[in-house]
Nanobody, 122 residues
């Protein structure tokens, strides 16, 4: 059974850093586009970043660009999100997802993890 499992979320002080990890198992995700999304309470799920199997990357425009870095290790079936200079508005449940197209549209991703909570204190 295909699974995506996120980890690394926790409470962190504003200005701090976190690295989220996503472990893929159950099938080969190496050819998939892997994305990170986030959802804050009362808000819609929001695209953060995505990366193709060959390393082509796209980031959401706006506040995450320049602070967050997505990467992947195909040999280990892992995807990462390095988050620096964290702000309270980055507080959300962060999801890893797998799809076929380099896009920020959640509907284009067919596999989702359960999420990992990131809370940034002011």
């Amino acid at each position: 059974q295909a699974r995506l499992v996120e980890s690394g979320g926790r409470l962190v002080q504003g200005g701090g850093s976190l690295r989220l990890s996503c472990a893929a198992s159950g099938r080969t995700f190496n050819s998939d586009v892997m994305g990170w999304f986030r959802q804050a309470p009362g808000k819609e799920r929001e695209f953060v970043a995505a990366i193709t199997w060959s390393g082509v990357i796209t980031y959401a425009s706006g506040s995450v660009k320049g602070r967050f870095t997505i990467s992947r290790d195909n040999a280990k079936s892992m995807v990462y999100l390095q988050m620096n200079s964290l702000k309270p508005e980055d507080t959300a449940l962060y999801y890893c997802a797998a799809g076929r197209t380099l896009t920020g549209a959640p509907s284009q991703y067919g596999y989702w993890g359960q999420g990992t909570q990131v809370t940034v204190s002011s």
